[in-house]
């Protein structure tokens, strides 16, 4: 367990023997996952982190990116509500799922969207609800972030454990060139600003 973790645990927390996929299931369960920041593990993050966001931002810049730049930097607070949202919107069905039960295709089970045509032929979309519920985890993502413990604190520490957890280590390609110096040019070369001097 890391220093972070056990530094921060909550009485809210779940039991620290708990994977970190349960935990994002008891999150979701609860209606919390917007709020993992605070009451998930670092551990549980981290997981929460991969599996969501790398196609938020990109899968090619968040391979490139995600062990030296802070979450912030690549997600906004609207991408971590998004995120968030979504899961919760299609949590019943996927939970039926992953239990080897089948879906009825006529009667979805998601909490805040609607699939098909209406009746008028309009489609149809979110929720009233579903909106409003996008706001709300948007307001406490955003507090969340801007807390020294749930922001910065905590990102610096996903990745050290990005980077221990070997996702940023050295390794090589065919040709033998280390992939990581190679990932260290992508970002130095989109970074680059020329100096400008007017004389």
């Not at 998930?40 to 810049?61: D, F």
């Not at 607070?77 to 009825?104: H, P, S, T, Y």
């Amino acid at each position: 367990m890391s220093v972070y973790h056990q530094e921060e645990r909550t009485e809210d927390s779940h039991d620290k023997n708990e994977s970190p996929i349960k935990e994002i299931h008891e999150l979701l369960k609860k209606e919390e996952i917007h709020l993992i920041r605070k009451k998930g593990s670092i551990e549980a993050t981290l997981l929460y982190c991969e599996m969501c966001y790398p196609t938020m931002v990109g899968n090619q810049k968040w391979k490139i990116q995600h062990v030296n730049r802070r979450l912030k930097q690549l997600v906004t607070e609207a991408d971590e509500a998004l995120a968030a949202v979504i899961l919760e919107n299609n949590f019943q069905e996927w939970d039926m799922l992953a239990k080897g039960l089948e879906l009825d295709k006529d009667n979805r089970l998601t909490k805040y969207t609607y699939g098909g045509n209406a009746p008028g032929g309009t489609k149809k979309g979110w929720s009233l609800q579903g909106k409003q519920r996008f706001n709300e985890m948007f307001d406490a993502i955003d507090r969340l972030r801007k807390d020294r413990n749930h922001g910065e604190k905590l990102e610096k520490e996903l990745n050290r454990l990005w980077k221990e957890k070997g996702l940023g280590k050295k390794r090589k390609r065919s040709d033998g060139e280390d992939v990581e110096a190679e990932m260290q040019r992508k970002i130095n070369e989109e970074s680059y600003e020329p100096r400008f001097s007017a004389f």
